[in-house]
């Protein structure tokens, strides 16, 4: 195994032999994988002081075994949130040439590293430098890397083990005048990844890459901010492969939901890159839940280190803090420091393009004419029947669109008289579901957001009827079975489905009805969260 410190400080390991995948394979993702890296690394205003600065490290983190399961077991489920000390992804690829056909793995992952500032030898929580720089102790991250390359074949006979370890080290920065000095250290992390294949079927195989901390036990009470320097942080994988094809785990072939329901994806979730399509030669398997080819928006300048929220806004926000706030942020990370300098010389170009893009339009049918029942919506008309679309499994329950003629344009004044989302109905196979309607979540199979593809079979309660600008509807809901379901309700905090995805439920079942699998799935088994959902019909 061959060791090099890239630039950056990113540590990288390959093993290599013969012709490899494709170079520039994983570059496609490289936005996207970084994004994941970086989100909640440090969140606006950018601020040491900052509360939501005190608390980092949320995603894709592996501590040592004995911190993480002092108190027990962890849990296995696909939520990258929870901490553990393994992280395992499974998916399926085709094999299209098994003669040549050859997988790479990158695991990427960073290093917790202690910027401790000092003056006069003692360590201090701040420095002022007498030409007015602020230093600010505070820890940082390097980003790590490591790559696995091998043949298929030898996957498939055993598999291949890569220590992925980072070095401790220090590195001292004396400041100007001999005013202080600033000292980085960073201990070491012990961690190995294994990269496995087996055979399902002719031209069909599951592969596995299991990446685990290795380190030694730690003190005994040890708080988490000191485990965290052995950990694994925001610990995401590619996959790339020359001479096969990644299959969807999310949107898979129909012939292929059983085995893809079988794949066991545990602290992590698997889903194409690249182009569009069931299938690809490139795969982002990250602690946060994405759709199949994610995309950072072109648009979008430079990371903010906060994925869920709009980039206009905190472009906005960090524009408008004060000069002392901007000094803070800049003492506290390089990074902040490089977000501030993007936002004060963002030309006003760059800056009228984050309000907004439209990425496509579809031509608009003219209105059928369509009689309105009082309080209720998508009530039957002659020129709107009711429909099953093409991508509901047979018997499915048709809904009724929303009869939306006789109502003014979103901006016009009073579109919104009369809709009441609390009373509104819209029907699903002649049943008007409102709130109170309790229902079976069925998502469909194709174009479903991923995290909803988790909750198909499930029952649940709609909680009001909503419509958007474009006049389509959806239903709010909350799970029968979630325990915070009555404190989600408070906050207005519910799940959205379209109306072709779920089947009233009547005559109206008990509330203490349980929730149960789909139909379709596969048969009765124990199961974990961590297996994958696929289409419901085969």
């Given at each position: 195994m061959a060791e090099a410190l890239a630039e950056g400080g990113t540590k990288s390991a390959a093993t290599k032999g013969g012709a490899g995948p494709?170079?520039?394979?994983?570059e496609q993702l490289g936005?996207?994988?970084?994004?994941?890296?970086?989100?909640?690394?440090?969140?606006?205003?950018?601020?040491?002081?900052?509360t939501k600065n005190r608390v980092r490290w949320q995603f894709g983190v592996l501590f040592p075994r004995d911190w993480v399961e002092a108190d027990g077991p962890v849990t296995p489920g696909v939520s990258g949130s929870a901490d553990s000390w393994y992280q395992q992804t499974e998916c399926l690829l085709r094999v299209r040439r098994p003669d040549?056909?050859?997988v790479r793995v990158r695991v990427r992952y960073l290093q917790m590293q202690r910027k401790q500032v000092e003056e006069a030898g003692w360590p201090v929580e701040s420095l002022h430098a007498e030409d007015g720089t602020v230093h600010l102790t505070f820890d940082e991250a390097l980003p790590r890397e490591y790559?696995?390359?091998?043949?298929?074949?030898?996957?498939?006979?055993?598999?291949?083990?890569v220590a992925v370890g980072a070095a401790a080290g220090e590195d001292v920065e004396h400041l100007p005048d001999g005013a202080g000095r600033v000292v980085r250290s960073r201990e070491e992390i012990r961690a190995e990844t294994t990269v496995t294949a087996e055979l399902l079927s002719e031209g069909l195989c599951r592969i596995r890459v299991r990446t685990t901390n290795t380190a030694p036990a730690q003190p005994p009470r040890t708080l988490r901010d000191g485990a965290l320097r052995r950990a694994l942080i925001a610990t995401h994988t590619l996959l790339g492969a020359d001479g096969v094809e990644f299959v969807s785990l999310i949107d898979p072939p129909a012939e292929l939901a059983a085995p893809v329901r079988a794949c066991r994806n545990e602290f992590t979730f698997p889903v194409l890159g690249g182009e569009s399509g069931d299938t690809g030669s490139v795969v982002l398997s990250a602690p946060i839940i994405?759709?199949?080819?994610?995309?950072?928006?072109?648009?979008?300048?430079g990371d903010l280190h906060d994925a869920a929220e709009i980039d206009e806004i905190l472009t906005l926000r960090t524009m408008l803090l004060t000069d002392e706030e901007k000094r803070e942020a800049r003492a506290t990370d390089p990074r902040a420091a490089a977000i501030l300098d993007r936002v004060d010389t963002m030309p006003q170009e760059v800056f009228e393009r984050l309000h907004g893009a439209v990425r496509s339009l579809t031509p608009a049918a003219p209105p059928a004419p369509a009689e309105r029942v009082p309080g209720a919506v998508g009530s039957a008309a002659p020129a709107a029947p009711a429909v099953v679309p093409a991508d509901r499994p047979p018997g499915a329950a048709p809904f009724t669109p929303t009869a939306s003629a006789d109502r003014p344009a979103w901006w016009q004044e009073g579109a919104d008289e009369g809709l009441s989302p609390t009373t509104d109905t819209v029907l699903v196979d002649g049943v008007p579901l409102?709130?109170?309607s309790r229902v079976r979540l069925r998502p469909r199979r194709r174009g479903a957001d991923a995290q909803d593809m988790f909750l198909a079979g499930r029952t649940a309660e709609v909680a009001a009827v909503f419509h958007d600008v474009d006049g389509s509807v959806h239903l709010a809901v909350t799970l029968d079975d979630d325990p915070a379901a009555e404190l989600n309700n408070w906050y207005g905090r519910f799940h959205y489905f379209r109306p072709d995805e779920l089947e009233p439920l009547e005559p109206a079942g008990s509330p203490d009805e349980p929730s149960a699998p789909a139909p379709a799935a596969a048969p009765a088994r124990h199961t974990s969260d961590s297996e994958t959902p696929a289409a419901e019909a085969e």
């Open positions: 494709s170079p520039g394979l994983f936005a996207v994988a970084d994004a994941v890296l970086y989100e909640g690394y440090l969140l606006y205003p950018y601020r040491r002081s900052s040549s056909a050859r790559e696995i390359e091998a043949p298929l074949g030898e996957l498939l006979r055993g598999g291949r083990t994405l759709p199949d080819h994610p995309q950072v928006a072109p648009e979008s300048p409102g709130g109170g």
